[in-house]
């Protein structure tokens, strides 16, 4: 189909097709696609670009996957590298940022597959952080992990996540969604659980009145037809479960990992991925420039691309950094309004559910 024929259908409010995800990523020309996505874009939030005061904390690396994508895994406790974080060291690191005079409003928690470690310390985890902060939105555990909890602890998903909730779990983050491929995962992540496991855990999430997120890891053994796929799969649970707060595209990155004979996506089939998802994802309401896994650069240019929200402060990202990210550990509040600015946005903080929190000028927030 004809980039006419889809900006017509965008116009009358009908939903891309797949094969029209497939024609937007074939599109010879970067910047017509990318004009289309922000017009969307700026039809749904104007000139707004979010962020938030968030931290990263990943509780350990110690994983069973042994996925040929990750550079931050190691297979055993007794691997050169290998960590797990005590409930204290991990809280300290929350208490260290409030300490400092920062006003963090999420706690991010990824990590890997550890099956030497008792539910409690998740929930423990969880309960010391909301003691610290009471007031704190935790985002925790991808569908990966979730999954992985059912089995190993004997529960059902209902279950894990139930008790979660209860211990202080608010949302979900949206990694290890990788490629919703059969193909494509057992080529590169045969021992993660599978993607209608995957989408499972976020429609299981969604029917407890939890939010989350929703990824795509771009650039290993996918072909274009796949990413179009993907996309297609999470906008249909979205339209049955309406919990996506965002998209966030997440190009792979090849150094440390057994993949690394690929070369990285170029900043163009990042800007694409981008657009394409603005315009498949009609029903997602936010499109992530994650700035840790793009660049900043890149990140700045995606907000004249599709996307909305520019992630957040993060500290001490590990994920993306073990695999060769240049980007910094972290950002303060003031130099992500200022690069927001510089590409002619309008800086916006957020909470972790998209209320706002600060006026939209922001300039007394930062």
């Given amino acids: 189909m004809s980039l006419a024929a889809i900006a017509s259908k965008i116009r009358e409010g009908t939903p891309l097709s797949q094969a029209d995800g497939l024609a937007l990523f074939q599109h010879p020309n970067l910047v017509e696609v990318g004009t289309l996505a922000n017009q969307v874009r700026e039809q749904l939030h104007g000139d707004r670009t979010y962020w938030n005061r968030n931290l990263h904390i990943n509780p350990t690396n110690v994983c069973v996957s042994a996925c040929k994508l990750c550079s931050f895994s190691r297979r055993s406790a007794h691997d050169a590298g290998a960590f797990v974080l005590g409930i204290d060291e991990a809280v ?56 992985f909890f059912h089995r190993l602890y004997g529960m059902s998903i209902e279950e894990v996540l139930r008790r979660l909730q209860s211990a202080g779990l ?86 440390n ?16 991925t981008l657009a394409v998802a603005r315009l498949l994802l009609d029903n997602v309401p936010h499109i992530k420039a994650y700035w840790v896994s793009l660049g900043l650069a890149t990140a700045q240019t995606g907000l004249w691309f599709g996307a909305d929200d520019f992630d957040g402060t993060v500290s001490e990202e590990k994920i993306y950094h073990q695999a060769g990210a240049q980007t910094p550990q972290a950002l303060a509040p003031g130099e992500i309004a200022r690069i927001i600015r510089a590409a002619g946005r309008v800086p916006v903080e957020r909470d972790t559910f998209y209320g706002l929190a600060s006026p939209v000028a922001g300039e007394a927030a930062v």
């Fill in 92 to 147: 300290g690191k929350l208490r260290a940022r409030l300490a400092a005079g920062d006003r963090v409003t999420e706690v991010h928690i990824v990590g890997g597959l550890h099956d030497g470690l008792p539910f409690a310390y998740f929930t423990g985890l969880l309960l010391a952080l909301k003691a610290v902060a009471p007031g704190i939105a935790i985002k925790a555990f991808s569908a990966v992990e979730i999954f």
């Fill in 170 to 255: 608010d949302s979900l983050p949206g990694g290890g969604a990788e490629i919703l491929s059969p193909r494509v995962r057992q080529a590169i992540c045969p021992n993660k659980c599978a993607a209608d496991e995957w989408l499972e855990v976020h429609r299981t999430a969604h029917r407890l009145g939890m939010k989350s997120n929703c990824t795509m890891l771009f650039g290993t053994v996918e072909t274009l037809a796949e990413r179009a796929e993907h996309l297609r799969r999470l906008r249909d649970l979205q339209a049955e479960t309406g919990g996506f707060l965002a998209f966030i595209p997440l190009p792979f990155h090849p150094e």
């Fill in 257 to 272: 990992n057994a993949l690394g004979d690929k070369p990285a996506p170029t900043a163009a089939e990042s800007l694409r």
